[in-house]
């Protein structure tokens, strides 16, 4: 699959071509830099219109980022103090998206709250497939015995719920933020192994794995450098399905109130605490976090979709 | 086909063991003595391997745990939620496949026009949406605001008292129902498309068959095999949607009474439940794959 996109062939490949112009456009004229410039976003855009999903996903992406990690330098709301007068307010000037069971402005949440489920869900995510993919291509590429006793145990866990086991593992240990990236992607490599060894199984009998073997490389080095680079196209699109499985799952145990932790907040916790008290009609302290939520997860979803269909098209 | 099967239900039980030596290291793992108030205090000096096996022997005889905490055997409380949880799962279960197969049908058939772009852009939304916000939603809508149901999943004593309450009952039913019809409907799209695209189809419009035969005797046939598989396959996902939905609706159930464990440290329920819940999805892949090898032949013979 990756091989193929060095060749160039196909969709633009943004920057092989730029990088070969580099040292001779520095003596040009300037018109023709800009020329080159023109172009280079000239194929940019053209790219980004092939592949809508993978354009509208990135953007939602670097929007939800910008706004969690930017937006309280330019909105400032106090995010510590509670104001018991100011509580449950709805949405009105001074407070767009009202104020929840403390007092804290809503929007002001909904930016805290949002880094901690983006940092908690790209660590995790990433996490994962990392994981899963060193397991998946272990077992696929030295097949036989170890691939099945690897597999079967990836079966297993498979088998117990992903909540459930999260829930576990969460009982067992102390949730810090660390804690719940580790077992976040303790829970979420299994699928990642899957995809990878299948990938692997067919990647193994290729000629240049068996020209490196031939050569002497050990197991370690032929899965590290032939194997998984070469499942990368697979490994990446899987990030970003996990890292919005990951914000999920987080948002999941969060709301049973096993996640993260008083006084740090993620999305899944603000409807945890709107949840209680639901039958009082506060509809904004469960729509903003819950379409923030929906946003960012879908926005991975469709990055992850767009990008594997834009893969299989260029290999 | 024999050779198959034997094959494959030699996987099972060797998952299933694993399964068991999951919830084991899992309850070694628990803080608080866990273990030793499951084995019995004369066994903390004994090896690993006798004590798993113990215990895998008193799990065998039917003695999933004692919960001190609720003073009742972990098999009483499972014979109590269970029937709830599969009451709640099978109809809605049911329900999302009623649904999502036409409209996965739908999609493949109008691939890339308006009506597939419509339920794509929904299933993406719906598979992005937590089911404790769609359920927080619904609330608010349908209990909060217009009071045609209740906030609350059915209380009564009874499997049959759950089931018969339907004012109760919509709202939970209909909150993992949408969640899995996002999921099934996706999956009943892509297998649909691979059916369009077999010669089997050619051949039926080059013998003359109208699109409406087509669609019906040809491709929805063929791809049903698939999803029906693909449910048996789900098991651990439904079970985790329920274990949200029981909570979010106080329906006492098996993911209910998980929840309420892991808050309150009674490893004894949690694990006795994930056991049974892990051989739950254990049984229900092996189904999966020997009603796919019954349905489809090809199946048989690749595999043999």
Redesign the interface.
Known sequence: MMTNQAAGEGAPVRGSRGRHAGPAAAGQPVSVQRAELVGRVRRGLVACRAHPLVTAGGLVVIAMVAFCFLGPALYHTDQTHVFLSQANLSPRAGHPLGTDGDGVDELGRLMKGGQVSLEVGAAAGLLAAVLGSLWGATAGYLGGAVDGAMM??V???????????L??????YRPSTAMLILVIAGTAWLGTARLVRAEALTLRVREYVQAARVMGSGNARVILRHIAPNALSTIVVNVSFQI?NAI?LL??VS????GVQFPSVDL?DM??A??QT??D?Y?WQ??AP?TA??????AF??LGDGLRDGFSADG | MTAYLTRRMLQAIAVLLLVTLIVFGLLKLAPGGAAAAVLGNGSTHQQFLLQYLTWLGRILHGDLGYSRRLNESVSYLLAASLPRTLALMGISTLIALAVAIPLGLVQAVRRGRAADHVLRGLAYVFYGTPTFVLGAVLVLFFAVDKHIFGAEGPQAPGIVGVVTDVRDLTLPVLTLALVTIATFARYMRSAALDSLAQEYVEAARARGAGERRVVAAHVLRNSLVPVVTLVGLSFPQIVGGAVVVESFFNIQGMGWQIWQAVLNHDFAVTLGFTLVIGIGAVVGSLLADLGYAVLDPRVRYAQR
């Open positions: 079967r145990i079966d297993a866990a498979i088998a117990i719920p992903a909540v459930v086991l829930l576990l593992l969460v009982s067992i919005a999920l948002a999941t709301w049973l109130g096993l899944g409807i945890g709107a949840t639901i039958s009609g509809w469960i729509l819950g939520i929906i946003v960012i997860v879908v979803t469709m």
